[in-house]
């Protein structure tokens, strides 16, 4: 789908008009995906500046990150910062250099901020220091992380500081995000070290390109720690995806399947032909069942043993029936929360009864819709709003058996649904955001893709937004 203000904005002249109305421009490409699979060093080469204030921990778990990933290390500030880097950076080659090593014009690729030491207000004017110095560097399609400390008896000092990260990182985004920039907070909890690394690598990746101006945390509710991967993780799994027939679920299914995954590809007999070209396309299977049918869960369930277990549940099916609360008909607000909410949890329900494998993955798709409401989706709203409220108490159940369960809440997706809105309309849309421009399916699939991993094993009963840092309901 087009985007029509990129496509004006080619012509000087109505760049020009453009800006003097105020609105951003959107560059092509400058979000700079990465659609190949997974690689062992997503950050070769790439530039990144490390900051830190106060007592900061988690300085060797950033050093061992960005050698890993191939990045090259780049310190500001206290000299004695430098120590947790020598290790790694001999390790991997990646030896770590002061900031003033960088050429006075040169642009940085990403910069990660070290606030775990943050105990008071005042230890705020440290984050101050560094990014009012250094995020003018950053560079097109740049990363900022800011880490921080949840949990544990802490202080009301302390627990006023890390919420302050919070404000700072949402109000960072929004500067940044016209260069296609992006900045996230990244909270770990006592004891969860050990997960972090994976959750680090994705958020300074090309693949959270669409993923802006949110709080990650990362904890040890889900019991069990299987090693990272980072090529081909998902080798010798199999993933069930419904609503696959097309859009974010098509999306969503063949990146599935490209980190080794066999994928289900559910949907309507209605699309049995799209569903089954994906299937064949991808290697997958073809499963053909109407999700508001009353005997969909125990048909799924049999499917799923058919395959001898699935270790991936991804709810992608939905439907919308918009109309204002007083012209909308019963039947249009039971069909949607029934599809939307009950569909879910009738088929978590059976399949956690048995196919659903210890250690699995469960990915709910909300939308900030149900976050922030919308005029005409009260029904949809409500179902998705429900997809909140029930991946968080769904992923305390599960939890003892390593299972991890979250939601992804889009934004503003170039689909066909969102096609069908009036241009006007869709224009404003696609602009209110941090980074101006609406995401593609596949930026949805990313994240779905990445909780989808044993990497993610940290992250539970949350919901992430993709949604370019929306205006609407931050």
Not at 308 to 321: E, L, P, Q, S
Request: proline share 6%.
């Amino acid at each position: 789908m087009g985007d029509l203000l990129l496509d004006i904005a080619q012509n000087p002249q109505a760049r020009a008009l453009i800006k003097s109305l105020g609105l951003p421009i959107p560059l092509p490409e400058r979000l700079g995906r990465d659609a190949g699979p997974w690689t062992a060093m997503p950050l070769r080469d790439h530039k990144v500046l490390v900051g830190a204030t106060g007592a900061p921990t988690l300085l060797g778990l950033i050093a061992e990150t960005l050698a890993g990933a191939g990045a090259d290390p780049f310190i500001d500030g206290d000299p004695a910062l430098t120590a947790a880097f020598l290790a790694p950076g001999e390790t991997f080659g990646r030896p770590p250099r002061p900031a003033s090593a960088l050429a006075d014009r040169s642009r940085i690729d990403a910069l990660v901020f070290d606030a775990s030491g943050v105990d008071s207000p005042a230890a705020l004017r440290g984050l101050y220091g560094f990014f009012h110095a250094h995020a003018g560097r950053l560079a097109r399609s740049g990363r900022v992380v800011v880490l921080g400390r949840v949990g544990g008896d802490v202080s009301p000092e302390r627990a006023a500081a890390t919420a302050a990260l919070d404000g700072f990182v949402r109000s960072l985004a929004k500067e940044i995000g016209r260069t296609g920039a992006t900045a996230n907070l990244l909270l770990v909890a006592t004891g969860a070290d050990a997960r972090v690394e994976p959750v680090l690598r994705f958020l300074l990746s090309r693949r959270s390109a669409f993923i802006t101006a949110q709080p990650v945390v990362v904890d040890t509710r889900a019991h069990g720690d299987a090693p990272p991967l980072f090529v081909r993780s998902l080798e010798h799994k199999t993933a069930l995806v419904t609503g696959a027939a097309r859009g974010i679920g098509a999306a969503t299914a063949r990146l599935l399947a490209q980190e080794g995954a066999h994928v289900l590809c559910l949907d309507r007999p209605a699309d049995d032909a799209a569903t089954s070209q994906l299937a064949r396309d991808i290697g997958g299977t073809p499963v053909l069942v109407d999700m508001g049918a009353p005997e969909a869960a125990t048909l799924i369930a049999e499917a799923a043993r058919a395959r001898g277990g699935v270790d991936i549940v991804v709810h992608n099916a939905g439907i919308t029936r918009d109309k204002t609360l007083a012209r909308m008909s019963p039947e249009l607000w039971d069909q949607v929360l029934d599809v939307n909410l009950g569909a879910v949890l009738r088929t978590t329900e059976e399949l956690a009864r048995g196919p659903l494998k210890d250690s699995g993955r469960i990915v709910c798709l909300s939308s900030i819709a149900g976050i922030a409401g919308n005029v005409g989706q009260t029904n949809y709203a409500a179902s998705k709003a429900g997809i909140v409220g029930f991946v968080r108490a769904m992923s305390e159940r599960l939890a003892g058996r390593g299972i991890t369960v979250n939601a992804i809440a889009p934004g503003f997706i170039e689909t066909r649904m969102t096609a069908a809105i009036p241009v006007a309309i869709r224009e404003v849309a696609r602009r209110m955001s941090a980074l101006g421009q609406g995401g593609l399916p596949e930026d949805v699939a990313q994240a779905i893709v990445f909780l989808s991993t044993p990497g993610a094993q940290g992250i539970t009963g949350r919901t992430l937004r993709v949604c370019g840092g929306s205006l609407v309901g931050a």
